[in-house]
C-alpha cells in the first residue's frame, strides 16, 4: 500500500511543480502576457484528459499484464525526452499565432512526461481497488490533490527566490526519473496477487475493470452503469470549476503581472476543493455551500461591473475573488463528489471529470479570445453557475431554487450592466491573444474631440483633435512627464536624435519626433499597431522617421545589431500589468548594447499596485549606472501623473537642469534581491 500512496504523491507533485517551472521558462518569449498562462493550462488539462482517456482504456480493455507492459515501455521512453528545457527553435519571430506555438512548444518539450503523470492517479487507484478489494481508492485522489498543493505552495516560497529557472529544470527531470523507477515497481506490484471471488481464484486473465468490479461489495457490483445524462453533468460540473479557475486568474493577473505568485492562488484555492470534497463526505456541507455560493456569486458578478467604483481595489478584488473562487468550486465538486459512482467505474467517471476541466480550460484559453470582443467570460461563467445552481436545486426545498434564481438573475443583470458599459463611448473594440483594446471617444466643450486607447482598465494614451492640440503629447508623455523632459533636453542639438520605445500605445511620444529624427516603437501585439495607425494620428503627424518592428521587443532587441538609441523609453504595460522580463538585470544588459555611451534608458513605473521605483534603482546600481526618478503630478493641462526613472551611463547626461528641477529622491532597497530572469518578488514591491 505504501508503494501505491507514494507513487501517487510523486506522480501529483511533479505534475504541479512542472506547471509553473515551464511557463515562466516560456513566459519572456510571449510578452510576459497573462494569455501565456492560460494557454498553458489548456495544454494541462488536455493531456489530462488524454491520460485518464488511456487510463480507461487500459484498465477496461486491456489484460492487466499487457497494460503493465505497455505502461512501463512508455515510462521508459518519456525518460528519453528529458531535460524539461525548452528548444531556441521554438522562440516566436512576431507573425505566429502564439497560442498554437505555445501548445506545440509544451508538447515537444514535457508532453509524453506530462502524459504519464495525468495517467497516474486513475491508474493506481484501479490497481489499488484490485490489489485491495473493499478497500475505499477515491482517499488515493485526495492524496493527489494534496501532493499537488505542496507542490504549488512550495514553489514561489521555497523554489523560486533560491533556484535559477534553469536549475529547476533539470532538477525536476531528476526528480522525473525517480518517478518513473516508483511508478514501475507500482505497475508491477499490482500483478502479485490473485483476487479470490466467492472463495475461487479467478482464471485467465481479466481485464482490470472486470477485476475491480468483482471485488467490490455486493451493493455496488449491482449498481448500474452511469448513464450519458450522468455522465454529461459530471462533465458540467468539472468544466465550470474550470470556467471558474480561469477566468478569475485572468482577471486578477491582467492588472498586476503574469507570474507564478498569481496563477498560483486561485489553482491552489481550486485544488483545496478537490481535496477537501474527495478526502471526507464531511467537508462538504451541501446546504450552507447551496446558500453561500448563491450570494457570492451576485456579489463576483457587482465587482466586475466599471460603475462598481471598486475594479480598482486590489485588496478587494482578490477577496472577493479568491472567497468566491472557493466557495463556487466547493459546490461544483462537492456535488461532483454526492454523484461519483462504485469503484468500478472511477476510470470512467475521472475521464469525464477531466473531459471538464480541458473544456472549461479551452473556451477560456483558445475560443474566448477567438469569438468575444472584451473580458466577459468571467460574467458568463459567473451566470453559468448560478444556472448550474439553479439545476442542482430543482427538487430540493423552495428557499434554495429561490436564492438560486435569484443568483442567476443578479449575474446576468450585472453582466449585461458590465457590457453596456464597456461599449459606453467606445468606437472601436479588439482583441486577441494580448488582450483586450479599444478606444473611446468623448466630446468636451473646452478642448473638443479626444480619443483615448485602452487596454483592459487602463488607459494606454489619448489625443485631443482640436488643430492647437492635435500633436500634442499628452497623458504620461507630456512635456514635465520624464520621458518629455529628457527628449527636450536633446532638443536644442542639431543633431538628429535616435529614440527606441517599447510599447507603442497610442504612439504619443512620436509627437515629439523633428526631422532627421528616427523613432522605432517595438510592440508585441498587432492590434495596438493597426489602432495607432488608424485611430490616432501622432504616426502619422510626426515629422520624424517611424519604424514599426513587430514582435517580443526584448526578443528582438537580442536579435539586431546595436541601434546607437539616445532615448530607449521602456513603456510595455498589458493593462496595468508589468512584464517582468522587461524590469530585470539582463534585460538592461540588452538595452547598453543598443545605447549611445550617453544615453538614456527610460523605465516607465506608474502603477496602482506595485511600487517599481525601488527595483529599477536597485538593477541601476547593480550595473554601475547612475538613476533619477521623475515622478510628475500631471499638473499641466491633457496631462496625467506619470513616473519616470531615468539611467545613464554618464552621470552628466542627468545633471541636465530640465531633469533635476523635476527630481524626486530614491530610497535604496539594498536589502532587496536585485531582479534577474530567474528572480522577482512581486509581495516586496506590493504598495
Excluded at 503629447?473 to 542639438?493: D, K, N, Q, W
Excluded at 543633431?495 to 520605445?501: D, E, L, M, R, Y
Aim: charged content about 15%; proline content about 6%; hydrophobic content about 50%.
Amino acid at each position: 500500500m505504501p508503494t501505491f500512496a507514494l507513487t501517487i504523491f510523486a506522480s501529483a507533485f511533479l505534475l504541479f511543480l512542472v506547471q509553473p517551472i515551464v511557463a515562466k521558462e516560456i513566459l519572456p518569449w510571449f510578452g510576459g502576457s497573462a494569455a501565456v498562462w492560460a494557454t498553458c493550462l489548456v495544454f494541462f488539462q488536455t493531456t489530462l484528459l488524454l491520460g485518464y482517456a488511456y487510463a480507461d482504456y487500459t484498465v477496461r480493455r486491456l489484460a492487466p499484464r499487457t497494460a503493465v507492459r505497455l505502461h512501463v515501455a512508455l515510462l521508459v521512453l518519456s525518460v528519453v525526452t528529458l531535460p524539461i528545457i525548452p528548444a531556441a527553435h521554438f522562440k516566436p519571430i512576431g507573425d505566429e499565432n502564439p497560442i498554437f506555438l505555445i501548445l506545440g512548444l509544451l508538447a515537444a518539450t514535457i508532453g509524453l512526461p506530462y502524459f504519464l503523470l495525468s495517467t497516474t492517479s486513475p491508474l493506481v487507484q484501479a490497481w489499488f481497488a484490485r490489489r485491495f478489494p473493499g478497500r475505499n481508492p477515491y482517499r488515493l485522489f485526495a492524496l493527489s490533490n494534496l501532493a499537488s498543493l505542496v507542490a504549488l505552495l512550495g514553489y514561489p516560497f521555497l523554489l523560486e527566490p533560491w533556484i535559477a529557472t534553469r536549475v529547476q529544470a533539470w532538477s525536476w527531470s531528476a526528480a522525473y526519473v525517480v518517478f518513473v523507477v516508483l511508478a514501475a515497481v507500482a505497475a508491477l506490484a499490482s500483478l502479485k496477487r490473485a483476487v479470490h471471488i466467492d472463495g475461487a481464484v479467478l482464471a485467465g486473465e481479466p481485464s482490470s475493470a472486470a477485476i475491480a468490479a468483482a471485488a467490490v461489495p455486493a451493493a455496488p457490483r449491482r449498481e448500474a452503469p452511469p448513464t450519458a445524462a450522468r455522465q454529461a453533468l459530471w462533465c458540467t460540473l468539472a468544466a465550470t470549476g474550470s470556467l471558474l479557475l480561469l477566468a478569475v486568474t485572468n482577471h486578477i493577473t491582467q492588472n498586476v503581472a503574469a507570474v507564478p505568485l498569481l496563477w498560483i492562488l486561485p489553482l491552489t484555492i481550486y485544488l483545496v476543493t478537490f481535496i477537501l470534497c474527495f478526502d471526507s463526505s464531511g467537508w462538504y456541507r451541501r446546504r450552507f455551500f447551496l446558500v453561500a455560493v448563491a450570494l457570492v456569486l451576485g456579489a463576483m458578478a457587482w465587482v466586475v461591473v466599471p460603475s462598481s467604483n471598486v475594479t480598482h481595489n486590489l485588496a478587494l478584488q482578490v477577496g472577493v475573488f479568491s472567497g468566491g473562487l472557493f466557495l463556487a468550486c466547493m459546490f461544483c465538486h462537492g456535488e461532483l463528489v454526492e454523484l461519483k459512482p462504485a469503484p468500478a467505474y472511477l476510470t470512467r467517471f475521472y475521464l469525464m471529470v477531466a473531459l471538464g476541466g480541458a473544456v472549461g480550460s479551452a473556451l477560456i484559453g483558445i475560443v474566448a479570445p477567438m469569438v468575444l470582443p472584451a473580458d466577459f467570460e468571467l460574467a458568463a461563467t459567473l451566470a453559468l453557475c448560478a444556472l448550474l445552481l439553479l439545476w442542482q436545486t430543482r427538487r430540493l426545498a423552495l428557499p434554495f431554487p429561490l436564492l438560486a434564481m435569484a443568483a442567476l438573475i443578479a449575474t446576468v443583470g450585472f453582466g449585461a450592466r458590465g457590457i453596456s458599459e464597456f461599449y459606453d463611448s467606445t468606437i472601436v473594440a479588439t482583441r486577441n491573444f494580448y488582450g483586450v483594446l479599444r478606444v473611446q471617444e468623448t466630446d468636451d466643450s473646452a478642448t473638443g474631440k479626444r480619443r483615448s486607447l485602452v487596454h483592459g482598465n487602463i488607459m494606454h494614451g489619448k489625443q485631443y483633435f482640436a488643430d492647437d492640440l492635435k500633436r500634442e503629447p499628452t497623458s504620461y508623455y507630456s512635456a514635465h512627464s520624464g520621458i518629455g523632459r529628457v527628449i527636450e533636453a536633446l532638443h536644442p542639438s542639431t543633431t538628429p536624435i535616435k529614440v527606441g520605445v517599447i510599447g507603442l500605445g497610442a504612439g504619443t511620444i512620436a509627437a515629439y519626433g523633428s526631422t532627421g529624427d528616427v523613432y522605432r516603437f517595438y510592440d508585441i501585439n498587432p492590434g495596438v499597431i493597426a489602432i495607432a495607425r488608424h485611430d490616432f494620428t501622432y504616426l502619422t503627424d510626426s515629422d520624424a522617421t517611424i519604424e514599426l518592428p513587430l514582435g517580443d521587443a526584448r526578443l528582438s532587441l537580442e536579435r539586431e545589431s546595436p541601434r546607437h538609441f539616445d532615448v530607449l523609453a521602456i513603456d510595455a504595460f498589458s493593462s496595468d500589468a508589468i512584464p517582468v522580463h522587461l524590469i530585470t538585470t539582463e534585460a538592461v544588459q540588452v538595452y547598453l548594447r543598443h545605447m549611445k555611451p550617453d544615453g538614456v534608458i527610460a523605465f516607465h513605473v506608474t502603477n496602482r499596485y506595485l511600487d517599481l521605483v525601488p527595483v529599477v534603482e536597485g538593477i541601476a546600481h547593480d550595473l554601475g549606472l547612475t538613476a533619477l526618478w521623475i515622478d510628475d503630478d500631471g499638473s499641466l493641462q491633457l496631462a496625467n501623473s506619470s513616473s519616470w526613472v531615468l539611467l545613464a551611463r554618464d552621470p552628466k547626461r542627468l545633471a541636465d537642469p530640465r531633469l533635476t528641477e523635476a527630481a524626486t529622491p530614491i530610497v535604496p532597497r539594498r536589502d532587496w534581491r536585485v531582479w534577474t530572469d530567474d528572480f522577482n518578488n512581486l509581495l516586496q514591491v506590493l504598495k
